[in-house]
């Protein structure tokens, strides 16, 4: 799942231990990841997808970042 492949991505870049000094999340380089997904279809624009997302990704920042968030708002996306 996106869940899955995001925390994987996250971990290893903690895992690389890129040092980061001026960070007030962690001494290393982190990431934070928003995810959403759908089974495609032609009902639904894609630029949705990415609000979803991206949207997802601002409550991962929020919730102090070097997190992976999934997107609660993927059944509302807009339909072309």
């Not at 890129?18 to 894609?46: D, F, K, Q, R």
């Not at 997107?71 to 339909?79: I, T």
Request: charged residues 15%; aromatic residues 2%; hydrophobic residues 50%.
């Amino acid at each position: 799942s996106a869940m899955i492949l995001a925390e994987q991505l996250r971990a290893e870049v903690q895992s690389l231990a890129i040092e980061h000094s001026a960070s007030s999340v962690a001494p290393v380089v982190t990431i934070s990841i928003g995810c959403a997904s759908i089974i495609p279809t032609a009902a639904y624009l894609p630029a949705s997808l990415t609000e979803a997302a991206d949207s997802a990704l601002y409550v991962a920042k929020k919730e102090g970042r070097n997190t992976v968030r999934l997107a609660s708002n993927v059944q509302n996306l807009s339909k072309a």
